[in-house]
């Protein structure tokens, strides 16, 4: 296991990228083909960067990514992407300021993640809270036929949330990429053609 967690970590740091994740996003990408030159795309739980790097790399100079985490960030990014250090719980004037400015978006990517605690359940719990609130961020800032892409630890409600997610988007797929850790519970949701919300 340690060797199959050093060859991501050697190969982020040897293609500066800041974090392993990148190649999760990478497989998802290469899986569902969700990137394209141009687009507007909203980074959720965005630090260190890669995710943010990889998503600035695909969109080119005429795309922008709004990437948002309450943690900050050291890395440098470039000039079509924007990160910004926010709680996406607290409506904030800058935060909302900062999301509508680029509307509509064509894909909202979540990789937020709870602070472990060791305690399977409230992991979980955890977790789904951060799923559910991306997915509130969706049906004002998502574009009709946009995706969306949110990382979920499993559980006993994922069930109850991808039922959510079948009534907002004309596909949804569950896929865990090579690059997850064997032992985690991560996975991640793909919502594919957003239609807005039934009802």
């Known amino acids: 296991?340690?060797?199959?967690?050093?060859?991501?970590?050697k190969r982020a740091k040897k293609e500066n990228y800041p974090a392993r994740s990148?190649?999760?996003?990478?497989?998802?990408?290469k899986r569902f083909k969700v990137f394209?030159?141009?687009?507007?795309?909203?980074?959720?739980?965005a630090a260190p960067g890669s995710w943010t790097l990889f998503a600035a790399k695909k969109v080119g100079d005429t795309g922008r990514v709004l990437a948002v985490d309450i943690q900050s960030t050291d890395t440098a990014f470039p000039d079509n992407a924007t990160f910004l250090q926010a709680d996406v719980f607290e409506d904030s004037p800058e935060l909302l300021a900062a999301m509508d400015k680029q509307l509509p978006y064509d894909l909202i990517i979540s990789d937020m993640a709870p602070k472990t605690t060791g305690v399977k359940f409230a992991d979980q719990a955890n977790s789904l809270e951060l799923c559910e609130r991306a997915r509130d961020i969706v049906p004002s800032r998502l574009k009709q036929g946009g995706?969306?892409?949110?990382?979920?630890?499993?559980?006993?409600?994922?069930?109850?949330?991808i039922d959510s997610l079948r009534k907002m988007f004309s596909k949804v797929k569950r896929f865990k990429p090579k690059s997850c850790r064997e032992e985690s519970k991560e996975f991640f949701i793909v919502g594919l053609g957003f239609r807005g919300i039934e009802g």
């Open 36 to 45: 394209a030159k141009g687009q507007n795309v909203m980074d959720l739980g």
């Open 1 to 9: 296991m340690k060797q199959y967690r050093d060859h991501y970590f």
């Open 22 to 29: 990148v190649y999760k996003l990478q497989e998802l990408d």
């Open 147 to 161: 995706h969306f892409i949110v990382k979920i630890f499993d559980g006993p409600d994922v069930k109850e949330y």
